[in-house]
């Protein structure tokens, strides 16, 4: 065989190959990019979520302060008990809790056991916090009997 039958039968095997390398390079660039895709969605997801957590603890902070409040007018340290009907408060100066509020309730029922007579209370309080769209939402319920 000739040198030039040679290199012209290398050439032509070369010239069926030629557009391979541009179809593997396409299809490793279109799975990169899926690939980014998919990990802009998930970490979205997960900004998300941490920003549901974090507004969910201040939503229960926000509850526990109802309750909180609600039981000290109940059973006062000093001076006559009362309880509550509702509380309503949003918070507005409070580091942490800015864009949340509570509404706070107290129940009393009396409770006759073979001649004594008990007071049973409920105290319940949602809490809500607002984050741009999102609004957050916990409650809290203890009771008690006196």
Not at 53 to 70: D, F, H, K, P, T
Not at 135 to 143: A, D, K, L
């Amino acid at each position: 065989m000739s040198h030039k039958r040679y290199c012209a039968k290398q050439h032509s095997r070369f010239d069926k190959q030629r557009g391979s390398m541009l179809v593997i390079a396409l299809f490793i660039l279109i799975v990169l990019a899926i690939l980014g895709v998919a990990m802009l969605k998930m970490l979205a997801a997960s900004a998300d979520s941490v920003v549901s957590e974090v507004y969910g603890q201040r939503a229960l902070n926000a509850a526990r302060s109802g309750v909180e409040r609600a039981i000290s007018g109940a059973f006062p340290l000093s001076g006559v008990s009362s309880c509550p009907a509702t509380y309503n408060v949003t918070f507005t100066n409070t580091p942490g809790l800015l864009n949340c509020n509570y509404a706070s309730a107290c129940d009393v029922i009396s409770v006759d056991d073979s001649g004594d007579v008990y007071q049973y209370f409920r105290f319940t309080a949602q809490g809500s916090c607002i984050a741009g769209d999102t609004v957050v939402s916990r409650n809290v319920s203890v009771e008690g009997i006196q």
